[in-house]
């Protein structure tokens, strides 16, 4: 039999509760200030692994709320990392597809390899633009060319879900050719995962998701150097893959940026809850890549 639903409290009840249990509050003003912008249900998701359901053994909630802002905060520096990978996905397939097909090749199907998919990405592109139809650019088009898009427009209004699906129905040659562009070189399968995966990371640092201490259910190819890697998980496959996805030039500064975040947390956070191994600067610092 469904129990039932626990009664909704105020911010003085639930600081009520939680001393209770066994959390302590050094500043109970500013508790309740950060509990009126973030909820207490979010926030028990940070002090999962550092306590017992009914007992929280002298944690302080200024510790849960370090750990929230530290997720909070390399959110913001991994969506840096994914405009990159976005941005230059949208040039590339734009290019070579224009290139070998036509300024309006991706509107056949016989440029990819499955019907269907493609046109489940032309619905997709028609209901985004559909969406955007007052963007100056396509009300530009809509005067000018009759309501018809180049390639190199039609990506621009292209999320990454849809975007990721294009480049794993592109014909081989076309794949190829978009993977010789990318820094490491990747063979399309490994760039096809990558995409994958960096789509959930998108989601979920658009979406406010928690990347501290939760398993990301993407496991991307790896190259053999870094494949014992490749069962986690955690956070920690995903940035070396990110790493082999961007130009070192733009891997530096976000890896610094990342490095100093963990110092900055250093005294709450604990990084193998991430899948970090003790050598882990080193094997995430920016370097030049042999495939």
């Known amino acids: 039999m469904a129990r039932p639903l626990k009664p909704a409290l105020t911010h003085e009840q639930q600081i009520a509760l939680l001393r209770s249990q066994g959390m302590t509050f050094g500043d109970m003003a500013r508790a309740e200030r950060v509990m009126s912008r973030v909820s207490v249900y979010r926030l028990r998701a940070y002090w999962i ?29 991994l969506l840096g990392a994914l405009e990159h990978i976005e941005i230059a996905l949208r040039a590339k397939i734009a290019y070579v597809h224009g290139k070998n097909h036509g300024a309006e090749g991706y509107r056949d199907r016989d440029n990819f390899i499955n019907a269907q998919h493609h046109g489940e990405f032309m619905n997709a592109i028609d209901r985004s633009m559909a969406r955007a139809k007052n963007h100056p650019i396509l009300r530009h088009h809509e005067r000018q060319y009759g309501g018809r898009y180049p390639v190199w427009v039609a990506v621009e209004f292209c ?92 891997w530096g500064p976000i890896y610094e940026d990342i490095m100093a975040l963990c110092d900055v947390y250093s005294d709450v956070i604990n990084t193998s809850y991430m899948g970090f191994p003790d050598h882990y600067r080193e094997l995430l610092a920016p370097k030049l890549l042999l495939v």
Request: with cysteine; aromatic share 12%; hydrophobic share 40%.
């Open 49 to 77: 692994g550092l306590c017992d359901e009914k007992h929280f053994r002298g944690l302080a909630f200024e510790d849960v709320v370090s750990l929230y802002d530290f997720d909070a905060r390399l959110r913001r520096i």
């Open 159 to 250: 999320s990454f879900g849809p975007l990721s699906k294009l480049f794993a129905n592109l014909l081989p040659d076309d794949a190829r050719e978009v993977a010789r562009d990318w820094p490491s070189q990747p063979k399309p399968p490994f760039l096809e995962s990558w995409l994958h995966m960096f789509t959930i990371m998108r989601n979920i640092c658009a979406h406010h998701g928690r990347l501290y201490n939760i398993p990301i259910h993407a496991k991307p190819r790896m190259y053999s150097e870094e494949k014992q890697y490749a069962q986690s998980v955690k956070l920690f496959a995903m940035l070396l893959v990110t790493r082999r996805a961007l130009p070192q030039d733009v």
